[in-house]
């Protein structure tokens, strides 16, 4: 059965600070990998997704991830961060066939102090 | 205008009612989701309709109940609600079932059962 883990609850980062969320995964196979962003009262957003490729991925909103199929991680970066990146993150995995079964990880709720 | 809207987006009932969550998107997808999401975070797909046919349905309690009157409508109704129910639920389109597409998802509907 495939898993995700997100190590980090809650993560507080300085305005203009960088930002790493970490997410690991547990799978047969390499899976497809999300990552995804809930602001408050939102839904989800996607901002990326790694099929196969190049292992850094850019994503929406100045976010970037990098799969390392060694460690079996989908970290998730943003050089500088922005009060609106203020929200809850969802890491996420799913079988590379035709079934769009997503599995989340339990998320990292990221405060940005001024 | 909104892609994925749900209705309603807060639900208060008493344990033993029943209840609908209706979700329509207007992207012209023919893929529609519902995910529940529980206190502590997780986020678990429940159904999984394409173009009206049930798909996937994650051992689901036979008191819930998806019904896709056409590609554009996927409503949840959930009988004898009971307070293990009370979760925010989400309901999430996209084209096709492959995994190499996007989700896109509702504001979510925050049910709780007393």
């Known amino acids: 059965a495939q898993s995700v883990t997100q190590p980090d609850i809650h993560i507080t980062v300085s305005e203009g600070a960088s930002l790493e969320l970490r997410c690991n995964y547990s799978?047969?196979?390499?899976?497809?990998l999300f990552w995804y962003v809930q602001s408050p009262g939102q839904g989800l957003q996607l901002l990326l997704k790694y099929f196969s490729g190049d292992t850094l991925v850019q994503g929406i909103k100045g976010f970037e991830a990098e799969f390392k199929r060694s460690q079996s991680s989908f970290n998730l970066r943003k050089p500088s961060v922005h009060w609106s990146d203020a929200a809850e993150y969802f890491c996420a995995v799913g079988p590379p066939t035709n079934d769009y079964k997503l599995s989340f990880g339990a998320g990292t709720t990221v405060t940005v102090r001024a | 205008d909104t892609a994925v809207s749900q209705t309603p987006k807060y639900l208060v009932t008493q344990m033993g009612n029943d209840k609908s969550i209706k979700c329509e998107q207007n992207l012209g997808h023919d893929t529609m989701y519902w995910y529940k999401q529980d206190s502590k975070k997780f986020l678990k797909i429940m159904f999984s309709y394409n173009n009206k046919e049930l798909i996937i349905n994650e051992t689901v309690p036979n008191r819930f109940s998806p019904k896709s009157p056409d590609k554009a409508h996927l409503n949840l109704h959930i009988n004898s609600l009971e307070l293990g129910d009370s979760a925010v639920y989400f309901c999430?389109?996209?084209?096709?079932?492959?995994?190499?597409?996007?989700?896109?998802f509702g504001q979510g509907t925050r049910l709780t059962v007393v």
């Open positions: 999430a389109s996209s084209r096709g079932t492959g995994m190499n597409t996007e989700a896109f």
């Open positions: 799978y047969g196979a390499t899976p497809y």
